[in-house]
């Protein structure tokens, strides 16, 4: 089974940037979606940001609002590795940050349809 090991977290101050990681152990065809979600302390976990990576849908990406304009996210797929460029970072970023595949072709942040999650990586924005 395709295991998913994100990296990259960390503490930064408000405003900076940081990019995260997630390592896939192996290529999967059954993958067609892959997103970023958070978690923070108290709160539900929620969807950042997806990209599809098969088919008509690859390279589309979708972004939370909260977000857009200051995460990016992408694939390499030749390394089996995708990324979330954080930039402007806010305090209200801090969370856990998961990377999560799904063998769906819908890709919006739905979590059910992802069967596929990392253990997370901390990122923590200080004021």
């Known amino acids: 089974q395709v295991q998913l090991a994100e990296s990259g977290g960390g503490s930064v101050r408000a405003g900076g940037s940081l990019t995260l990681s997630c390592a896939a152990s192996?290529?999967?065809?059954?993958?067609?979606?892959m997103a970023w979600f958070r978690q923070a302390p108290g709160k539900e976990r929620e969807g950042v940001a997806t990209?599809?990576?098969?088919?008509?849908?690859?390279?589309?990406?979708y972004y939370a609002d909260s977000v857009k304009g200051r995460f990016t996210v992408s694939q390499d797929n030749a390394k089996n590795t995708l990324y979330l460029q954080m930039n402007n970072l806010k305090p209200e970023d801090t969370a856990m940050y998961y990377c999560?595949?799904?063998?769906?072709?819908?890709?919006?942040?739905?979590?059910?349809?992802?069967?596929?999650w990392g253990q997370g990586t901390q990122v923590t924005v200080s004021a």
């Open positions: 999560a595949a799904s063998s769906n072709h819908y890709c919006g942040v739905v979590q059910y349809l992802f069967d596929m």
């Open positions: 192996e290529h999967t065809f059954s993958t067609k979606c």
């Open positions: 990209i599809g990576t098969s088919g008509l849908g690859t390279g589309l990406t």
